[in-house]
């Protein structure tokens, strides 16, 4: 007989269930094997035995937890993802739920029935953890509302006897929060955002959903499998289960989790990890987090593979929700979608919640909207354009205004994801068909075959890329497409269907500048480019496009003769010379021709009845016919020598040289030097012409009055330090340099604290813009001080000049001293010695010397001769007023023939911007990556004259900004020119 104390529970799957203390009294071994235990003084014991490894708890379980009254509840279901979701079950451990399926598979699911219990499974093939940086954070618990404790006190004890979760001594502390489902059930949720900011992040990527739906869309038969609290199923390590330490409330305790719970960071991560290292070599079968999607060609097939997924799953210890599971079925609902072996669809659950979406009234709103239409966005042609007024409701420059345009892009999604169309699978055997489309605002793609669309892809154009010219464009739509869809297209022939003709020349053609580039970049595809009319080019995005004529390659040849005829007797002048050419009437005398062409008239003529003009000019081995341009055709001539891209936007001269070949009217060499200069594009990109703005130089002040300072990167010393914060005295020029291992805002203060202390507190503090230098927490330790901050203005650090050349006169002492780069800091203190004791250039005094009213000792030691008075510390303090007035005078006078040579030679190449008044428009020279960006930004306007050489400009959107006059130059605008004509109507088709 053996004797031992049990707990007694209400109802238990079996008569007794023996735990470790048992078998830890009796001495009981086990033989898992085959199912069996013995121990000396209890025999075999034969009878059906569940071994429990969990150390009971008998507080938790025989005692209520405490309880405190609360007061609020999270009512949100969008809270962050850091806040851990627990979910809920009451059931006991052998019971299953297995998923509806067809006949076909029932055995296979009975064999697995273990696979679908109610509480969740234990794998042994993985644990998460937790890498963290920093100590412990401990974050105080929230209280409880009083309607949510009586359900939160039950989940706790089930989380403990489901081994979830145990009491905690951790020094972490994340506090709990609670939501209601939406069937009333309370959620308990632990906000781990604090843990998440310390801890390392996992790089493990997940799949793409885009990708997951080409390789399931060719099957036929389908089975989704969903993890029974997928998270759960996986242990935390051990070392790191107090780092998950929460608290339900105050006075409720502390208890920390044993399995991986929901909204840590890595989380996520882990899990994917885990599921693609057990299923990853299985070709028929996808995962994404804890949605796994088997599919197979056939029924038979699809048994098979059925069988090998939940073999591995039961394999590790997994277990599956068996009502959410979907077995043998020909279209599944998986991450929102309807999948089919012929079509993918949106899930029409989410479709209708869009379609119910009310009318967003803040940006949060509107982003949330659109975050979930933009995850169908590939069944939505112009979806970029469409919801480019929503877009721009999230700039935080931009104030929320709810428009007609919002509520119109707003209805449209609504209305066509409600009438989304069904996208096939590609078929890979059959040829695909891309079709591409671009307007001023933005890029449109569709995807075919036989018909039927498989993908739409589109996004709107940057603000460089909108001034492109239409040919560019429609190209550069092209590019866009191939890349998104490279895929499918790479090592197989295919079919692109633009409405732009020139483009079906574009491998044939010898290009310039970025149609170039891109030329050649598709080069590594096997495709035909084919025309086809706007109007039929709807499976494109039908974005809207320009009116008026176009800057293209066929500008000239669509110009018909008829066409130049007509708009030559349009204009008098020329209407005139026609009638006297015709009739042999000379010109030279009659005083209403204008005295130009009085002087050419022995090279005008008149073919077919067009005047024109024969010249030879000095580089053309013969002689060019061109035509006269009437006023109402210049700007089509002007924009054919300068806009199209085979001109390429050249100068002024090449710009008339092209125009010399191709037309000819008085004044043309003004009008293309006027049009040049007010090329949008042009001044965009190029370099400014005008002459920097005249020196500026600073007030001369007084020793340690205004402090410049600046952080200069060196190589890490052997101490791990990799700057040095220098500063620098405007007046004595004295020089600081302090080592520093990072350029935090906290480092550079503490730094600035012991220098004031030692060296006495400045005015004024000159800074660059750098993010440290113009935090909140260098500007409350300058405030406390009473140090004034100024700054350079952006990307001018000549602003900063004189500390920038204290740090170059720093670097090349120590490269003088220093064997190795990490052996710096020693030879430090030596070099700020010799850079203070020698006669600056522009004081003509050591700044030693006007800082102290001394000169200093000289290394090797020399003799110093000094005055009696320096001996008496009477005599010294009657003396040195004078002798620092007599030092300062000097530096004084010094620095001001210095600055006068200075600003003389300077000033040679510069010259006042006295065209900057305000309300001038004008160009942001605004330095970005990429060596072909566009360098000047448009849409500024002054608004404020600082200074000579600083203003204060603005932007439509209410950004501001204060530049330094060298960074913006004046905007033209390019006026509207001659009378626009259309030239698509011509009775006339011969071209010129």
């Known amino acids: ?135 412990p954070v401990r974050v105080p618990p929230r209280r409880i509302p009083e309607r949510y404790r009586a359900e939160v006190v039950s989940q706790l004890q089930e989380m ?20 209601t489902k939406r069937s009333g059930e309370v959620r308990i949720c632990v906000d781990y955002r604090e843990l998440n900011k310390r801890t390392l992040k996992d790089a493990y990527p997940l799949p793409m959903p885009d990708d997951i739906f080409e390789k399931v869309a060719s099957a036929s038969v389908f089975s989704t499998l969903d993890m029974h609290c997928g998270f759960w199923q996986i242990p935390v390590r051990k070392d790191d289960i107090e780092k998950t330490a929460f608290s339900p409330g105050p006075g409720m305790g502390l208890y920390q989790f044993k399995r991986m719970p929901f909204g840590l960071c890595g989380a996520p991560n882990t899990f994917q990890r885990v599921m693609d290292g057990l299923l990853r070599d299985l070709p028929f079968v996808v995962v994404y987090l804890d949605d796994i999607i088997v599919f197979s060609p056939d029924e038979t097939t699809h048994h098979e593979h059925l069988r090998v997924v939940l073999e591995r799953l039961s394999a590790a210890g997994f277990t599956l929700r068996g009502a959410k599971c979907k077995i043998g079925l020909t279209e599944v609902r998986y991450l929102g979608h309807v999948i089919s072996g012929k079509s993918i669809a949106p899930d029409p659950a989410k479709v209708a919640a869009i379609e119910s979406w009310p009318t967003p009234t803040n940006r949060k709103t509107v982003k949330q909207f659109l975050g979930l239409t933009s995850y169908y966005r590939c069944f939505v042609k112009d979806y970029a354009t469409i919801a480019t007024p929503l877009y721009k409701l999230l700039h935080e420059d931009t104030p929320f205004k709810w428009t007609d345009t919002c509520e119109d892009a707003f209805n449209r999604l609504r209305r066509h994801l409600s009438s989304a169309p069904v996208l096939v ?25 036989d018909g039927h669309a498989i993908a739409f892809a589109s996004r709107t154009l940057t603000n460089s890329e909108r001034n492109y010219s239409v040919i560019e464009r429609e190209c550069l739509a092209i590019v866009f497409a191939l890349k998104t869809f490279r895929h499918y297209l790479l090592g197989r022939h295919f079919t692109i269907f633009t409405d732009h003709a020139p483009l079906q020349w574009l491998t ?58 007509q708009e030559q007797q349009s204009d008098a002048v020329l209407r005139g010379i026609t009638e006297a050419l015709t009739n042999g009437i000379p010109i030279h005398s009659n005083p209403d021709v204008p005295r130009r062409y009085r002087q050419v008239r022995r090279q005008l003529c008149l073919v077919d009845g067009i005047l024109m003009r024969t010249l030879k000019p000095r580089y053309a081995a013969e002689p060019v016919t061109v035509i006269i341009a009437p006023p109402s055709l210049r700007t089509y001539f002007l924009q054919a020598a300068h806009d199209i891209p085979s001109s390429g936007h050249q100068g002024t001269a090449k710009t008339l040289g092209k125009l010399t070949m191709l037309a000819y009217w008085p004044s043309m060499a003004e009008d293309v030097k006027r049009y040049c200069a007010n090329c949008n594009i042009c001044q965009q990109v190029k370099p400014s012409p005008l002459p920097p703005a005249p020196l500026q130089p600073f007030p001369f002040g007084k020793p340690w009055e ?84 100024t700054r350079t203005s952006a990307y001018h650090p000549q602003g900063d000049g004189l500390v920038e ?126 060596k072909l960006q566009p360098k000047w930004q448009p849409g500024w306007t002054v608004v404020q004259i600082i200074s000579p050489n600083t203003v204060k400009i603005t932007k439509e959107s209410g950004e501001e900004s204060v530049v330094h006059v060298n960074r913006i130059r004046a905007r033209n605008i390019r006026s509207n020119g001659p009378r626009s004509i259309d030239i698509t109507n011509a009775e006339d088709t011969s071209s010129i």
């Not at 302090?738 to 006495?760: D, Y």
């Open 508 to 565: 044939a053609q010898k290009m310039e500048g970025r149609l170039a580039r891109w030329a050649l970049a598709l080069q590594e595809y096997d495709y035909t480019i084919k025309y086809r009319p706007g109007h039929k080019n709807n499976s494109a995005d039908a974005l809207s496009r320009r009116s008026g004529l176009a800057a293209t390659v066929l500008v000239l040849p669509e110009l018909t003769r008829e066409r130049i005829r």
């Open 805 to 930: 050349r204290a740090n170059r006169s720093i670097l090349q002492m120590l490269r003088t001293y220093v064997d190795s780069e990490a052996d710096w800091k020693p030879h430090l203190a030596l070099v700020l010695h010799a850079y203070r004791t020698v006669p600056h250039s522009s004081t003509g005094v050591a700044p030693f010397t006007l800082m102290y009213g001394r000169q200093a000792k000289l290394l090797p030691s020399t003799p110093v001769i000094t005055p009696e008075w320096y001996h008496s510390t009477n005599s010294w303090i009657s003396a040195l007023p004078t002798t620092l007035s007599r030092l300062y005078s000097f530096a004084r006078e010094h620095m001001r023939k210095v600055r006068e040579q200075q600003k003389t030679q300077y000033d040679k190449r510069t010259a006042p911007r006295n065209e900057l008044t305000v309300g001038t428009p004008v160009w942001l020279w605004y330095p970005r990556k990429g």
């Open 1 to 135: 007989m053996v004797s031992h104390q049990f707990l007694v529970a209400d109802q238990l799957i079996v008569d007794v269930i023996i735990g470790t203390d048992f078998l830890a009294a009796h001495h009981v071994s086990i033989d898992v094997a085959n199912n069996r235990a013995f121990g000396p003084t209890t025999g075999e014991l034969t009878t059906n035995v569940i071994v429990s490894t969990a150390q009971p708890n008998y507080a938790s379980l025989t005692q209520p937890l405490p309880a405190t009254c609360g007061s609020r509840a999270i009512e949100s279901q969008t809270d962050p993802l850091e806040y851990c979701s627990v979910p809920r079950y009451r059931t006991d451990n052998a019971a299953v739920e297995l998923p509806r399926h067809p006949p076909l598979y029932s055995g296979l699911i009975s064999s697995y029935s273990h696979l679908f219990k109610l509480v969740p499974g234990s794998t042994s093939v993985a644990e998460h953890q937790i890498r963290t940086s920093g100590t």
């Open 160 to 179: 403990l006897d489901r081994g979830i979760i145990e009491p905690s001594q951790s020094p972490w502390m994340a506090p709990a929060v609670y939501t």
């Open 425 to 449: 699978p590609p078929k890979f055997d059959r040829h695909f068909e891309l079709f591409t489309d671009a307007s001023n605002d933005g890029l449109g793609a569709t995807l075919q075959q």
């Open 706 to 789: 205004r402090v410049a300072v600046d952080i200069l990167e060196v190589p890490m010393s052997q101490l791990g330090n990799r700057y040095l914060l220098v500063l620098q005295d405007w007046f004595t020029k004295w020089v600081e340099a302090v080592p520093m291992k990072n350029q935090m805002a906290a480092t550079i203060s503490s730094v600035l604290v012991e220098i004031f202390s030692r060296m006495g507190i400045p005015d004024i503090l000159h800074t660059d813009q750098g993010a440290n230098f113009e935090s909140n927490l260098l500007r409350s330790v300058l405030k406390a001080f009473g140090v004034q901050k």
